[in-house]
């Protein structure tokens, strides 16, 4: 089956790089026919007993840049803690939203205990921020010798590759979540992978990174290093004679300090090489084990649910436990019953003639003929009677038959009615207002339907991906209540699909 992924979902936050991305196949993709939209719904994802199951460790939330993954990751890291399960997020988001959103000033490499997380049940939350170069600044002082290490640490061309080269940062992530699960020390871990151009770098990049450094070019670079530094450099055989040309070309390519630079770090690096490879095979298969679950995160939209469409596959061939789809920022009314037909037909009819009565909550025509006259001895309105019967749309979409008020003015004064306020004037202002909102009501039951369109095409392709729909909240995501919002909703799947809610 062709595999629905054309879009180019962009990230500013990723870096121009050495090591070229994985390409994504620019495959076309044909509009899937949906039969019915309102019986194709996919089975619901249960958050609450994915997060209760002690074999579950590793939670991986994952997705192209801009969808929600960091908000999704502490929303589970919250309801797991408070539902008794020692967690830690691990989040690679530069923004360091995470850290707001959980009430601590800043996370750094080591685990923090976030604050006012409700303890009854047992569990606790922790959080913390991948430090990339820190991270890789570890593994050379675990792996090398302090003299060794030391000389490492000062490389220029180590310092380059510990803070910007390509799959630097998603290698450290895997680097990082081997140390945390080989610890034992938490019951749940949530990873939120690294922003990237494509979700697939998370899988892609640390075995280009480690296939790298472990690879025929830096073996080229450690040969000179093996026999005896500049006298490497030296024609002493045919081999080396063409060993030779080739460092004397990248000499001319690269520049002779970088070279050396390169040189002076293979050579110090020599007896780690071989450990790049092997941790990341060793995550790698981490990933593929049991009690790992992936969450594929993704906004209602057609690029990002491509990408989300293509991940599901590549995940599948992989063999990593996908646990469901989360798709955030869906976008709801709770006046669904009027559909953007009948509320552009209501804002018409309120443009074109009619006005709304504040006092009484009714459309009225003020081109309805007015009755007769005052009676002259009370001054009270002689009679009041019905106008013509009319159909009318009310904000609830339904029509009603009623009749057209008509009232007979009364015979006060003219200095009683010059101060009364004339509400023909409000009333004309409320029609338009109440037209701009019928207007504005229309065009969200377009965007609500365009998303579950988009929304359903997923589902057709993926008939088998459980899928958890999480509303957007009015305001930003800024504190452990707005998370526990975002956990609760994205536990309430089974109430929205009993009641048919949408």
């Given at each position: 089956?062709?595999?629905?992924?054309?879009?180019?979902?962009?990230?500013?936050?990723?870096?121009?790089?050495?090591?070229?991305?994985?390409?994504?196949?620019?495959?076309?993709?044909?509009?899937?026919?949906?039969?019915?939209?309102?019986?194709?719904?996919?089975?619901?994802?249960?958050?609450?007993?994915?997060?209760?199951?002690?074999?579950?460790?590793?939670?991986?939330?994952?997705?192209?840049?801009?969808?929600?993954?960091?908000?999704?990751?502490?929303?589970?890291?919250?309801?797991?803690?408070?539902?008794?399960?020692?967690?830690?997020?691990?989040?690679?988001?530069?923004?360091?939203?995470?850290?707001?959103?959980?009430?601590?000033?800043?996370?750094?490499?080591?685990?923090?205990?976030?604050?006012?997380?409700?303890?009854?049940?047992?569990?606790?939350?922790?959080?913390?921020?991948?430090?990339?170069?820190?991270?890789?600044?570890?593994?050379?002082?675990?792996?090398?010798?302090?003299?060794?290490?030391?000389?490492?640490?000062?490389?220029?061309?180590?310092?380059?590759?510990?803070?910007?080269?390509?799959?630097?940062?998603?290698?450290?992530?895997?680097?990082?979540?081997?140390?945390?699960?080989?610890?034992?020390?938490?019951?749940?871990?949530?990873?939120?992978?690294?922003?990237?151009?494509?979700?697939?770098?998370?899988?892609?990049?640390?075995?280009?990174?480690g296939s790298f450094l472990d690879g025929k070019f830096i073996k080229l670079m450690m040969a000179p290093a093996r026999v005896g530094g500049r006298a490497g450099m030296k024609v002493v055989n045919l081999g080396m004679a063409g060993l030779s040309l080739f460092t004397g070309a990248l000499n001319k390519l690269l520049g002779a300090g970088l070279l050396r630079d390169v040189q002076t770090f293979v050579a110090a690096m020599d007896t780690m090489f071989g450990g790049f490879r092997t941790r990341a095979d060793a995550t790698y298969r981490l990933l593929q084990a049991p009690g790992t679950a992936f969450l594929v995160v993704a906004a209602p939209e057609r690029d990002a649910l491509r990408e989300a469409a293509y991940f599901v596959e590549r995940l599948a061939a992989d063999r990593m436990p996908l646990a469901g789809l989360v798709l955030n920022r869906v976008h709801d009314s709770d006046a669904a019953g009027l559909s953007a037909e009948r509320a552009v037909a209501a804002a018409e009819n309120l443009e074109e003639g009619g006005i709304v009565d504040r006092r009484?909550?009714?459309?009225?025509?003020?081109?309805?003929?007015?009755?007769?006259?005052?009676?002259?001895?009370?001054?009270?309105?002689?009679?009041?009677?019905?106008?013509?019967?009319?159909?009318?749309?009310?904000?609830?979409?339904?029509?009603?038959?009623?009749?057209?008020?008509?009232?007979?003015?009364?015979?006060?004064?003219?200095?009683?009615?010059?101060?009364?306020?004339?509400?023909?004037?409000?009333?004309?202002?409320?029609?338009?207002?109440?037209?701009?909102?019928?207007?504005?009501?229309?065009?969200?039951?377009?965007?609500?339907?365009?998303?579950?369109?988009?929304?359903?095409?997923?589902?057709?392709?993926?008939?088998?991906?459980?899928?958890?729909?999480?509303?957007?909240?009015?305001?930003?995501?800024?504190?452990?209540?707005?998370?526990?919002?975002?956990?609760?909703?994205?536990?309430?799947?089974?109430?929205?699909?009993?009641?048919?809610?949408?």
């Amino acid at each position: 089956m062709a595999t629905p992924l054309d879009a180019d979902v962009s990230d500013a936050d990723t870096p121009d790089t050495d090591v070229p991305d994985a390409d994504v196949p620019d495959v076309d993709v044909p509009d899937v026919e949906v039969p019915n939209a309102d019986v194709l719904d996919a089975e619901a994802l249960e958050i609450d007993p994915l997060l209760d199951d002690p074999t579950t460790r590793i939670v991986v939330c994952c997705g192209s840049g801009g969808v929600g993954k960091t908000t999704t990751a502490a929303a589970l890291g919250v309801r797991a803690a408070e539902r008794g399960r020692r967690t830690v997020v691990l989040t690679i988001d530069p923004a360091r939203r995470l850290a707001q959103s959980m009430g601590l000033s800043e996370l750094d490499n080591t685990p923090r205990e976030v604050p006012g997380i409700d303890k009854a049940a047992g569990g606790e939350l922790h959080a913390m921020m991948l430090d990339m170069k820190r991270t890789f600044d570890e593994i050379v002082e675990t792996h090398a010798d302090p003299d060794r290490a030391k000389a490492i640490l000062e490389n220029p061309f180590y310092q380059s590759l510990s803070t910007g080269f390509a799959g630097t940062q998603e290698y450290m992530a895997m680097e990082k979540l081997g140390q945390l699960r080989a610890g034992d020390e938490w019951d749940l871990i949530v990873v939120d992978t690294p922003p990237s151009r494509s979700a697939l770098d998370f899988l892609d990049a640390p075995k280009r990174l480690g296939s790298f450094l472990d690879g025929k070019f830096i073996k080229l670079m450690m040969a000179p290093a093996r026999v005896g530094g500049r006298a490497g450099m030296k024609v002493v055989n045919l081999g080396m004679a063409g060993l030779s040309l080739f460092t004397g070309a990248l000499n001319k390519l690269l520049g002779a300090g970088l070279l050396r630079d390169v040189q002076t770090f293979v050579a110090a690096m020599d007896t780690m090489f071989g450990g790049f490879r092997t941790r990341a095979d060793a995550t790698y298969r981490l990933l593929q084990a049991p009690g790992t679950a992936f969450l594929v995160v993704a906004a209602p939209e057609r690029d990002a649910l491509r990408e989300a469409a293509y991940f599901v596959e590549r995940l599948a061939a992989d063999r990593m436990p996908l646990a469901g789809l989360v798709l955030n920022r869906v976008h709801d009314s709770d006046a669904a019953g009027l559909s953007a037909e009948r509320a552009v037909a209501a804002a018409e009819n309120l443009e074109e003639g009619g006005i709304v009565d504040r006092r009484r909550g009714k459309i009225l025509d003020r081109d309805a003929p007015s009755a007769g006259p005052a009676d002259p001895e009370d001054g009270s309105p002689a009679s009041e009677s019905p106008g013509p019967a009319r159909s009318v749309t009310t904000l609830g979409g339904n029509e009603t038959t009623e009749t057209t008020e008509r009232t007979i003015p009364d015979a006060r004064s003219a200095a009683d009615r010059a101060s009364t306020p004339d509400a023909t004037g409000d009333d004309e202002d409320v029609a338009v207002l109440a037209a701009g909102l019928l207007r504005l009501h229309a065009d969200r039951m377009r965007l609500l339907a365009r998303e579950r369109r988009t929304r359903d095409r997923f589902t057709a392709l993926h008939p088998d991906v459980p899928l958890a729909q999480v509303t957007a909240l009015p305001g930003d995501v800024h504190d452990l209540d707005s998370l526990r919002t975002i956990g609760g909703r994205l536990a309430d799947q089974h109430r929205r699909a009993s009641t048919g809610t949408d």
